[in-house]
């Protein structure tokens, strides 16, 4: 660990740091709904935000991961917050023909602005707030019909929002993230990430 | 999560599993000391493997995390388990003089063979075992010095083996994985390899 030749071989790695601000954290605490309410601030711990329909160390595998595990099998929770950005739900709104997207019809618990394309934020990232809370990017969030079903209730005059959503929302719904270092994240921080090196190094 | 889009529009993604065999099960029971001892299997919890001084939940960050968080830190443990593989280790070996590289001198707690680039294997591919275990890779393991005091020692003919070790087992030296779900890894397993698509989209 006390490697001489790790910080030139490092050297080679691109490791800028990015600023972002943290427009809005939410909470989603209604088991029965995944719309989430606006808060000053969360305070995590290891499973996520406690009192949200997503917090836990694990969770009940579900049809995402169909591919893998029957479902309903107990395992690891990377799913415990929900990142939206605002460069995104402008853009996904805009093509709903939509005056806005707001974060709480996501169910997300963040919305953030200064990196545009999020849900292309690779998974291993992490974004640094300034209680020290450290959060790990765990991949791209892919849309399902439910955020489109609760976008289609408020505007009844609109047709057709629900698979329009999960069509346009694709690639553009954020990511999801889990717990690395517990803290405070309130509405306002500026929040810095931190890229994954090269092959997802552990550094 | 019935998204009649999903399917389509993932099949693009490419999806193909590999098989890998895994060679060796160890664990290391010594808080002191990083070797490994063979066992003819291992049976995991969310926080690793019982016993083996990786094992939790959470861990004290160290120096390989001095860039995120200052030392001492608890944070998530991502470290639960190291893989190595059989090709990367024999390509060290070769690069050593040596005539082998044993896993146990490395500390790990699995020998595979069947995917030659381990190193390489991106953060979110899933290792499925047959009793149902899932293990996620957390990255590349960079190597430190201490495997290299190890093999330093027991070949005391040879010069220099610390740091031709560090130099050389760069890129070589296998992975960090944590788990997704618990349960047995044998030794003779044949385990399935389940690559994560691009961007680490979470299925």
């Known amino acids: 660990m006390n490697d001489p030749n790790r910080r030139t071989l490092g050297a080679s790695v691109p490791n800028d ?3 972002i601000v943290v427009e809005v954290v939410l909470s989603a605490p209604q088991p029965g709904s995944l719309v989430s309410i606006r808060l000053p ?4 711990n290891f499973g996520g935000i ?5 917090h836990g160390l694990t969770m009940r595998s579900n049809s995402r991961d169909a591919k893998v595990y029957a479902r309903d099998t107990e395992i ?4 415990q917050l929900t990142i939206v950005s605002a460069e995104e739900c402008a853009d996904v709104a805009r093509r709903l023909r939509l005056d806005r997207i707001e974060p709480e019809w996501l ?5 953030v602005s200064g990196y545009p394309h999020l849900s292309r934020m690779p998974a291993g990232t992490r974004i640094m ?12 969030n892919l849309p399902c019909r439910y955020p489109g079903e609760v976008i289609q209730e408020l505007h009844p005059g609109a ?8 069509r346009e929302a694709y690639g553009r719904r954020g990511v999801a993230a889990s717990v690395e270092r517990p803290g405070e994240i309130r509405a306002g921080d500026r929040a810095c ?9 552990i550094t």
Chains 1, 2 share one sequence.
């Open 17 to 19: 740091r990015v600023e």
């Open 41 to 44: 601030s969360v305070r995590l």
């Open 50 to 54: 406690p009192g949200d329909r997503h």
């Open 76 to 79: 690891r929770n990377r799913r």
């Open 107 to 111: 169910g997300a618990n963040a919305l």
């Open 129 to 140: 707030f300034p209680s020290g809370a450290g959060l790990l990017c765990e991949g791209e």
């Open 159 to 166: 047709r057709g929002l629900v698979r329009a959503f999960v």
């Open 193 to 201: 990430v931190i890229p994954v090196p090269a092959y997802a190094t």
